[in-house]
């Protein structure tokens, strides 16, 4: 099969996550935290979750909430541009400010703002999840 060098926390435990899941919860489950998390914290961006800053959360919901943005953001791009996608999301550096100016040709979006990241993430969770 294909090997990776991912540069990236977010490409390791996303691949991870998507292929295995987290803890003990399914790909799907792990999908339906994230979109709980969301909807309990309507103002949360991608951002926070890249950064692991998200405000007043226990360990267990940042990395619940980073794994399974993290496997989502695999899968998106893997639909969208294969093997070839996955390596060249493998490639970038994980610092969050590089991820999130990367993402958007990552995944196809139109807008490179932050805004349209934010609202690809959250539509993206609503459609995978299990939570409408």
């Known amino acids: ?38 909807t309990a914290r309507p103002a949360l ?9 998200i405000p007043d959360a226990q360990a267990e919901e940042m990395t619940d909430a980073f794994y399974a943005t993290g496997a ?4 998106s791009v893997y639909r969208r541009g294969g093997i070839e996608g996955l390596r060249s999301l493998a490639q970038l550096n994980g610092d969050p400010k590089v991820l999130l100016a990367a993402l958007p040709t990552q995944l196809g979006l139109s807008g490179s703002d932050e805004a349209a990241l934010d609202r690809w993430w959250h539509a993206q969770a609503v459609r995978v999840s299990n939570v409408r």
């Open 1 to 38: 099969g294909p090997t990776f060098n991912g540069r990236s926390r977010l490409f390791n435990e996303g691949v991870a996550t998507w292929l295995g899941g987290s803890r003990g919860r399914t790909t799907q489950e792990m999908y339906t935290r994230l979109r709980q998390i969301q």
């Open 45 to 53: 961006t991608l951002g926070q979750v890249l950064s692991n800053a």
């Open 72 to 75: 989502l953001i695999v899968d």
